[in-house]
């Protein structure tokens, strides 16, 4: 089992949905991040949290320790969303992100 | 205001050939992380390095690839004699702190292809 699992894999929405992407984690973090990786390649640091909840223009993440579960949310998604979005965990005992295998999300127009 | 800086951004070598990427941090940071992609997988650490120094190289293959961080210049990720499988993106972030206390800033990443 993967330290680090989300959900799921590939997405496909309409414009305007609401998005959720999930991430699950079997270890001890002292913080989680989602990251968005374009078509192009390029990664883009979206969030780090620890605790509670953040938002970003349309976007939400939101964390509970307890559950080691984490959401990113896309409020009216737009095609210009389209990428893979990454969480990955850093463990309180590491030096260094473990991350899941992405999720491919596709909004169409 | 520039962010984390890679190059080359494409890089092809011939099997045996030396392969040298280089990640300027962003100013003021001090804490360099590599991390490999390889075709239809996740992203994996690497190495993290501190000025001048390697703090944790574990995800890095013990032979033939050796990273460093010099007190001027790049970080530089070298591989020795390539073969096929380190065909790659290979992605750089920095960040002000280490231990995970300040988000890593990504770089657009070095892809590598073996001829």
């Known amino acids: 089992k993967n330290e680090v699992e989300q959900s799921p894999q590939n997405l496909t929405a309409q414009e305007g949905e609401f998005i959720t992407i999930n991430c699950s984690y079997s270890v001890g973090i002292s913080a989680l991040h989602w990251l968005q990786q374009h078509p192009g390649g390029g990664i883009v640091s979206l969030f780090m949290?620890?605790?509670g909840k953040k938002k970003h223009g349309r976007l939400i993440a939101t964390i509970n320790i307890q559950e080691k579960h984490s959401s990113l949310h896309i409020t009216a998604s737009h095609p210009r969303d389209s990428a893979v979005y990454i969480c990955a965990v850093f463990s309180g005992s590491a030096r260094q992100l473990t991350f899941g295998s992405g999720t491919q999300l596709t909004v169409l127009p | 205001n520039a962010g984390v800086m890679q190059n080359p951004r494409h890089l092809v070598r011939r099997r045996g050939q030396e392969a040298r990427l280089r990640c300027s941090p962003m100013k003021g940071h001090s804490h360099v992380y590599w991390y490999r992609q390889l075709p239809e997988e996740g992203l994996k650490f690497m190495v993290y390095l501190q000025k001048e120094n390697i703090i944790d190289e574990s995800g890095m293959p013990k032979e033939r690839f050796s990273a460093e961080f010099p007190k001027e210049g790049p970080s530089i990720l070298r591989i020795q004699q390539v073969v096929r499988g380190d065909s790659a993106a290979y992605f750089c972030?920095?960040?002000?702190?280490?231990?995970?206390?300040?988000?890593?800033?990504f770089g657009d990443g070095t892809r590598l292809s073996i001829l």
């Open positions: 949290l620890s605790s």
């Open positions: 972030a920095s960040s002000s702190q280490g231990r995970g206390s300040q988000p890593q800033h």
